[in-house]
């Protein structure tokens, strides 16, 4: 099977877990919020993927039914929230 490369990092990321706990999901994403992939874009340069995962952290939110797995997520997107 051919890996489904992303447009806008010319490779795909993880794929978000399915099936799982809210706070297994939460931590998947926490953990690829805090230590993200990277690429090398030109000689020297690397890029890393971090705002996807912060999207993707974002857009579960609602989707959460356990209220720890939301407020743990929510203050890791608050960590980051500036950052890039």
Known sequence: MEE????????????LPENLPDMQVALFLAMHIDNPCGVEVSPGQRENIRQFYLREAAAMLDKF??????AMLESKI??????K
């Not at 039914?65 to 939301?70: F, I, K, Q």
């Not at 608050?78 to 950052?83: F, G, H, M, N």
């Open 4 to 15: 489904e490369r992303s447009e806008d990092f010319g490779f795909a990321p993880e794929p």
């Open 65 to 70: 039914t356990n209220p720890s797995a939301r």
């Open 78 to 83: 608050e960590e980051y929230k500036d950052k």
